[in-house]
Every structure is written in structure tokens, then in C-alpha cells.
């Protein structure tokens, strides 16, 4: 983000706030059935991420840290 034009700037957390409630609608029917993530889920989330959310499993930390507990 340091290095990134102000002008810029605005345009990559538009992107970051996009990645978050994509990932929170595609993701919310699992979260609504299993429950919160664990950590220990870490792997099968990130390719159920993958087959589900193509677009959105380009930010996986991102997502992971909205999503878990």
C-alpha cells in the first residue's frame, strides 16, 4: 500500500471491500450450515474456496481471517 499512487490507493480497497462481500455471500451458506472455521480447516476451506469462488480465492488470507474465528 506504500508504494501504491494515491489516486490509486482508492481503487485497491475498492477491490479489498469487493473481495470481502463476495467472499461473505459465496461463503455464507457453509458458514450457515458447519458453523465458523477453524484453523484446522484451513486446507479443505481454501479449495472448497477455489471450486466455489474462483474469483475470490485469489485474496485466501484475507478471506480466511474474515471467515474464522
Do not use: N
Request: charged residues 25%.
Amino acid at each position: 500500500m506504500d508504494t501504491v499512487e494515491p489516486a490509486r490507493l482508492a481503487q485497491h480497497l475498492q477491490r479489498v471491500e469487493e473481495a470481502y462481500y463476495q467472499a461473505r455471500k459465496c461463503m455464507s451458506p457453509t458458514i450457515g450450515q458447519h458453523g465458523p472455521l477453524q484453523v484446522a480447516e484451513r486446507d479443505s476451506f481454501l479449495l472448497l474456496l477455489r471450486q466455489k469462488c474462483p474469483a475470490t480465492a485469489d485474496y485466501p488470507e484475507l478471506v480466511w481471517e474474515l471467515l474464522c474465528e
